[in-house]
């Protein structure tokens, strides 16, 4: 069975420029999270979208963005890059939750922005 | 955005003795709770979760002990191998602090042959 899956795998933008990136969840996993990893640093919650509403966010200015098609994918738009926007993007998925407590989240292997 | 710690403190264990990771929770009415091993260049993994009403948890080579008086979790690994070699994350969640995990700095593990 695949994992979470996603897309591309790295990237490289200058300052101001927009970015998408892309995740796929596992099948039959409705919610779907974004977080954020900066080098040497722990994960920073983005986004948490369940089916198809954004449930939850975190502490992130709005140029961060995103949505959940009716498949359960999910996007992840930045606007207006920055040089601190440059980390791994780590998209994770797991069962409906927005009714229940979030627990195991898989997790795909992530998108490195560079932003230079 | 959120987060615990700007660096990573690293444990160096020597192949074949115990590991034990600490972590240090902020929320004491945190429901669950749960560890991830990240390798270079991957996601993190699932290693093992425990809830609040429980204070200990056994997997294959892995033990999470939770004390909730001090809000200090730990994670155990038995007879640790070179494959053990990763970054450790621990992650807290609370229905009531808006029901997303919050993971803590991360403890990358050094295991020398």
């Known amino acids: 069975e695949a994992g979470v899956t996603q897309s591309p795998t790295h990237l490289i933008k200058t300052r101001g420029q927009q970015v998408t990136l892309r995740c796929s969840p596992i099948?039959?996993?409705?919610?779907v999270y974004w977080y954020q990893q900066a080098l040497g640093l722990g994960l920073q919650f983005l986004l948490w979208?369940?089916?198809?509403?954004?449930?939850n966010r975190g502490n992130f200015p709005p140029r961060f963005s995103g949505r959940q098609f009716p498949n359960y994918s999910s996007e992840l738009n930045v606007n207006a890059l920055e040089l601190e926007d440059s980390a791994l993007y780590l998209c994770?998925?797991?069962?409906?939750?927005?009714?229940?407590?979030?627990?195991?989240?898989?997790f795909g292997s992530g998108t490195q922005l560079s932003v230079l | 955005g959120e987060s615990v710690g700007l660096h990573l403190p690293t444990l160096s264990v020597q192949e074949g003795d115990n590991s034990i990771i600490n972590c240090a929770y902020s929320?004491?009415?945190?429901?669950?709770f749960i560890w991830y091993k990240q390798e270079s260049g991957k996601g993190p993994q699932f290693i093992i979760d425990?809830?609040?009403?429980?204070d200990k948890r056994q997997g294959q080579r892995v033990t999470v002990l939770l004390n909730k008086t001090v809000k200090h979790l730990s994670l155990q690994i038995a007879a640790t191998q070179p494959g053990d070699s990763a970054v450790y994350f621990c992650?807290?969640?609370?229905?009531?602090?808006?029901?997303?995990?919050?993971f803590g700095g991360g403890t990358r593990v050094l295991v020398k042959p």
């Open positions: 994770a998925s797991s069962l409906p939750r927005h009714r229940a407590l979030i627990e195991k989240l898989f």
């Open positions: 425990i809830r609040s009403n429980m």
């Open positions: 929320n004491s009415a945190s429901d669950y």
């Open positions: 992650a807290e969640n609370t229905w009531a602090a808006g029901n997303k995990l919050t």
């Open positions: 099948s039959g996993h409705t919610s």
């Open positions: 979208y369940d089916e198809g509403e954004e449930r």
